[in-house]
């Protein structure tokens, strides 16, 4: 009985003493890099995404698909930095961005791009996106679904009949900041 009452003694001693550190910080907290997307050398197939004013609005261009010529259904962005990095947070800035995937570029397999998911969104609604990570990248790529405008259809005259074709709209992203840590 005796040993048990100092050894719940001990323990609330220790506890206490480790309340007393808390205060002193065991750890240091990480400190991010500075804004990689900022730094010289950086481009980007839009580059009002990564001109550091949020108050600039960048659209995501749909590219060709091979062998069909006919544009893809989803708009991308791609931003490269001139030499590798390690990248542990995206913030993504944008007023309507709800389907959208964030991958890394991993090299080239048989001469073809290959990219790692990173993260995918669904249904998004927050105007700011944080994304934790930890991926050794030169190539950052955003992939978003195009938005059907209010008036998605327009009528063109063909030989034997009216052709209805749909316009997608340009994703609009104000910013894109990469971080890594210090």
Sequence with gaps: MQKSFIVILLLVIFMSSCAGLNS??????QQWSEN??????????????????????????????????????????????????TINKIVIHSD??????????????????????????????QKEIVIKTSIQTDKILIRAKGKLPLESTKSVRVLGGVMRTRTLLEPEIREIELYGFK
């Design 24 to 29: 002193q910080k065991l750890f240091k907290e």
């Design 36 to 85: 990689y997307a900022l730094a010289d050398g950086v481009q980007s197939t839009s580059p009002e995404m990564i001109d550091g004013d949020l108050n600039t609005i960048g659209k995501a261009s749909f590219p060709v698909r091979e062998g069909t010529g006919e544009p893809s259904r989803n708009a991308e962005v791609v931003i490269t930095l001139p030499e590798k990095k």
């Design 96 to 125: 309507d961005l709800p389907d959208f995937k964030v991958l890394a570029y991993a090299g080239t397999v048989g001469g073809i791009d290959d990219w790692k998911l990173i993260n995918e969104f669904t249904n998004n609604k």
